[in-house]
């Protein structure tokens, strides 16, 4: 990647001592995708529909990373993909997988939003589970694209979340467990346990490379993708609500940055530091590994609340 010139740009605008990060590799989340993908293909059952599905709305999120990657390192455009453009795309991809998804003849529940912490909380949404599952999954990219801001810190809670993810596909997937548990059951979703020990195997493995000082960075072609993933994960279980829980440090990051314009486009006067929140504790003063590490811990801690969601019921 450096060979090629594929190496990062630092924006001005953001901390200084950021700066000597130019010239870090980047793109490096085609690595995680192709890894992924490989292992699909070893361990995944590829007639199972969830699975073609989720490998069709990460390939789909990460091509549109990598448009917005390759303006910006190859062809120096700074801006990349305009934000209306990417986002449009967003949809798109979203709207496809929603659709897929709606469609799915072993899914008993198409169109219902369970509420967690009670087993009895279900609304069927109609033809509004649609544009609600575009919500999620569009939110979930930019939310992991937000957060991929130094260096570990989002492939970190990706891989949190995959684990979690994991654990609760698999009881979505196993009847005992989820008639125990008085969790959906849904036919076949177990499968998608393969793919999320497959993105939690991915993104260790790139967190080694990745880990401050980052030797890569993921790019946009990583975080777009990966938080599409996470986000069609949570629309496939059925567990869209738990996903706020299990990613709430991308949900805190993603809110930083609205309330942050909001507030500056209304009064003039910015809430934090900087936005999103990762730089706000950086300028307080905190060493950019230790904001890495806290925000690790809040993150399994959300991811254990998560879980524990389903004992509650």
């Not at 003849?105 to 589970?129: A, E, M, Q, R």
């Not at 997937?173 to 979703?189: E, S």
């Not at 991915?202 to 990583?222: C, E």
């Not at 910015?270 to 950086?282: G, N, Q, T």
């Amino acid at each position: 990647m450096r060979q090629r010139g594929l190496v990062q740009q630092i924006r001005h605008n953001g901390p200084a001592n950021h700066r000597d990060k130019a010239g870090t590799p980047t793109m490096g989340g085609l690595v995680m995708v192709v890894a992924i993908f490989v292992s699909m293909l070893f361990w995944g059952d590829l007639r199972n529909p969830y699975v073609l599905v989720l490998l069709g709305a990460l390939a789909g999120f990460s091509a549109i990373g990598f448009l917005d990657d390759y303006l910006k390192v190859v062809r120096h455009n700074p801006q990349g993909l305009r934000a209306c453009v990417k986002f449009t795309l967003q949809v798109a991809v979203g709207a496809a997988v929603a659709v897929v998804l709606y469609l799915n003849p072993y899914d008993p529940y198409t169109d219902v939003l369970s509420v967690p912490f009670f087993k009895k909380w279900l609304f069927h949404l109609s033809w509004f589970y649609l544009p609600f599952a575009v919500v999620v999954m569009a939110g979930a990219s930019n939310a992991v694209n937000l957060t991929d801001g130094i260096d570990g810190l989002a492939i970190g809670l990706v891989a949190i979340a995959a684990l979690a993810n994991g654990v609760m596909i698999y009881i979505a997937g196993h009847k005992g467990l989820a008639g125990y548990l008085h969790v959906l059951y849904l036919p076949r979703i177990g499968e998608l346990t393969v793919f999320c020990g497959a993105l939690l195997g991915a993104s260790l493995g790139f967190l080694w490379y990745n880990a401050y000082p980052a030797d890569v960075f993921m790019g946009d072609v990583g975080s777009l993708g990966l938080g599409g993933a996470l986000g069609a994960l949570a629309v496939a279980s059925k567990q869209e609500i738990i996903l706020a829980v299990v990613g709430g440090i991308f949900v805190a990051e993603t809110l930083s940055v609205v309330l942050q314009v909001l507030s500056f486009k209304l009064t003039g006067r910015r809430l934090f530091r900087m936005a999103p929140i990762h730089h706000h504790f950086e300028l307080k003063g905190w060493a950019e590994p230790k904001v890495i590490v806290r925000f690790w811990i809040v993150g399994i801690m959300l991811a254990l609340l998560s879980l524990a969601t389903f004992k509650v019921r």
